[in-house]
């Protein structure tokens, strides 16, 4: 089984991925880091992890078609079967995720569909409800959308400030998605 992690920015979720790699605790090869942006703190995690680096930059393509032809290009050389959004900060395409369908996880930190888009956590500690969580689910054409694989709760606590339920949220992340992946290679779900 061989994965590609998409990835912008900081990269704690594709180290944990590594990390349950490593302890044989999910079984498959990460092929490749597919990243969009070159300062991001992932590319070193990748770097360090001796994982291949695929960067893509959409302002070196002219239309998000030849983007996303150059991310295939890679994904079929490397004979990807699973690919694993973590923190990927672009939208992928209508007809990317159909050729893909099934086989594009994501990972959200609240519990879908409460709180989609870039500031969940933020959304909901200011919403005032007393529990949120992340959700794993499949993507689909809608944007925090698709099958959910696993989703777990958090309590808002009263002592929690919004970067202690950060913490408490990525930590959490760090233990679902390489469950939700081990589901997906034990063929399980999708
Ligand atoms: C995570 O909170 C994830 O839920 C969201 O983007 C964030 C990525 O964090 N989709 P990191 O780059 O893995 O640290």
Request: proline letters at 3%; aromatic letters at 8%; hydrophobic letters at 45%.
């Amino acid at each position: 089984m061989n994965l590609a992690v998409f990835a912008s920015g900081r990269g704690s979720n594709f180290s944990a991925i590594v990390k349950a790699i490593k302890q044989n605790k999910i079984k498959a090869r990460l092929r490749i880091l597919v990243c969009d942006q070159p300062q991001a703190l992932v590319i070193k995690r990748a770097q360090i992890a001796g994982v291949r680096v695929v960067l893509v930059k959409r302002e070196d393509f002219s239309s998000r078609l030849d983007f996303e032809a150059a991310i295939i290009q890679r994904l079929e050389n490397y004979k990807i079967d699973l690919i694993v959004l973590a923190g990927f900060m672009r939208l992928l395409s209508p007809d990317f995720v159909k050729r893909y369908r099934g086989r594009i996880m994501n990972i959200h930190p609240s519990l879908l569909p409460a709180f989609k888009g870039a500031w969940a956590i933020r959304d909901a500690f200011d919403s005032g409800v007393d529990s949120t969580g992340v959700t794993v689910h499949f993507i689909d054409e809608e944007v925090d959308h698709g099958p959910i694989i696993l989703q777990r709760k958090i309590k808002i606590r009263s002592k929690d400030t919004l970067a202690s339920l950060e913490r408490r949220i990525h930590s959490l992340e760090h233990k679902l998605y390489p469950q939700a992946i081990k589901l997906f290679i034990s063929g399980k779900i999708g």
